[in-house]
């Protein structure tokens, strides 16, 4: 049977969806900043581990795309891209030896695809702050060597469990020895494993690992109300945690969580004349949403129909058949090829229709690499 597939109808397969872990010190605005961008309403407190289970909250990728496809198709309904924050409960000196309830965080953050390090920024008399004074380098520093340390923990146990296995005198146990070996002395020295050089099969074997300092992270300086109304985003303390970020290669945003928790509650019209008055283009929660995509290698390629408009979030370099396989198994399965339009080429042309006939739609085969915006209809025969 060949099927002609051009709006969803059918219950998704195999959906990427990001998924990003908050943490940080206690009381420097995870679970705030969690609230503005989920409206999930986790509970805020001024004291450590309020938030002792993670709060999980899924949101839309902000993506005005899809607003204007429903303008074209009138859509029974719009379907966005998702992001899945989990608000880690705060971390503290010796977490990796179970002080306070850190065996169970550090756990939590072994199942998220990237970290958003939330660092406080701002002078807060009414906000105790669990070391009692603001110094972010000391608050990364803290965090960083228990992620460390634990690291150290795992690659220890494996090491033992290699030594033995190489008794045999395997080569392939040598050379695992070998790189555990490079893995530990960059952990010795403070570096995460993420800033460390590997080659491509070395790479494999170290994602094997789960290493907690491997993982991505985006550093969030969170910085006052006052300092975002007076364009004051370049303080001491932000200016110390830029210099830390650009050193390690990592991203860093600067954000008022207490903002954003006001943006949160207003209704669309009312959020951007919010932001307008600000000097700001977007919220944090879009240049959040963005500079994730950009640090994980993610892109959305679009669906739409009477049906549906949808966007489906891939990793950069996926091939059409494995695209069309996050729609449903079979359409990978029975793959014969896509029909595919740039967005902003079928805007220009302002339908499919015209597109067509000004030759914009090209049918593409399994060996296409498919770029973001590509508004798809897949073909397949099952």
């Not at 959020?271 to 000097?279: H, M, P, W």
């Not at 009477?306 to 058949?321: D, H, L, M, N, S």
């Not at 198994?329 to 896509?338: H, L, M, P, Q």
Request: with cysteine.
């Amino acid at each position: 049977m060949l099927v002609y597939y051009k709006c969803i109808s059918i219950q998704a397969e195999g959906m990427t969806v990001m998924k990003l872990g908050i943490v940080g010190l206690p009381n420097v605005g995870k679970s705030t900043l969690f609230n503005a961008i989920t409206r999930a309403g986790a509970e805020c407190a001024n004291y450590p581990f309020c938030t002792i289970e993670p709060n999980v909250g899924v949101v839309a990728v902000p993506d005005e795309r899809l607003s204007k496809l429903a303008e074209m198709h009138h859509p029974e309904k719009v379907t966005p891209a998702t992001v899945e924050f989990v608000d880690i409960a705060g971390l503290v000196k010796g977490a990796s030896q179970g002080e306070g309830l850190g065996n169970k965080f550090l756990s939590h953050i072994r199942e998220v695809d990237a970290i958003l390090h939330v660092v406080r920024c701002f002078n807060e008399d009414d906000i105790a702050h669990v070391e009692g004074s603001i110094d972010p380098l000391r608050d990364v520093e803290i965090i960083n060597l228990e992620l460390l340390l634990t690291d150290l923990e795992t690659l220890g146990k494996k090491i033992d469990k290699t030594k033995n296995m190489s008794k045999s005198g395997d080569k392939k146990y040598l050379a695992e020895l070998e790189l555990y070996g490079k893995i530990q002395k960059g952990l010795e020295d403070d570096r995460a494993v993420r800033t460390l050089s590997f080659n491509e099969e070395e790479q494999t074997q170290v994602n094997q690992l789960f290493l907690l300092t491997q993982k991505p992270v985006i550093y969030v300086a969170n910085i006052s109300e006052k300092d975002l109304m007076t364009q004051k985003q370049d303080n001491q303390w932000v200016k110390q945690l830029k210099t830390y970020a650009v050193e390690e290669g990592a991203e860093l945003l600067i954000i008022s969580a207490t903002i954003e928790e006001e943006i949160a509650q207003l209704e669309e019209k009312d959020r951007k004349l919010f932001l307008a008055d600000l000097g700001l283009a977007e919220s944090g929660l879009d240049r959040l949403v963005k500079t994730s995509y950009h640090l994980l290698g993610l892109i959305s390629f679009l669906t739409a129909g009477p049906q549906e408009v949808r966007a489906w979030t891939i990793r950069k370099g996926t091939k059409a058949p494995q695209a069309a396989g996050k729609i449903h198994s079979d359409f990978e399965r029975g793959f014969i090829r896509a029909e595919i339009v740039a967005y902003q080429d079928l805007m220009a042309c302002g339908s499919y229709t015209k597109a067509k006939e000004k030759g914009l739609v090209r049918l593409e085969g399994k060996d296409y690499i498919m770029k973001d915006g590509d508004v798809t209809i897949f073909r397949f025969n099952v």
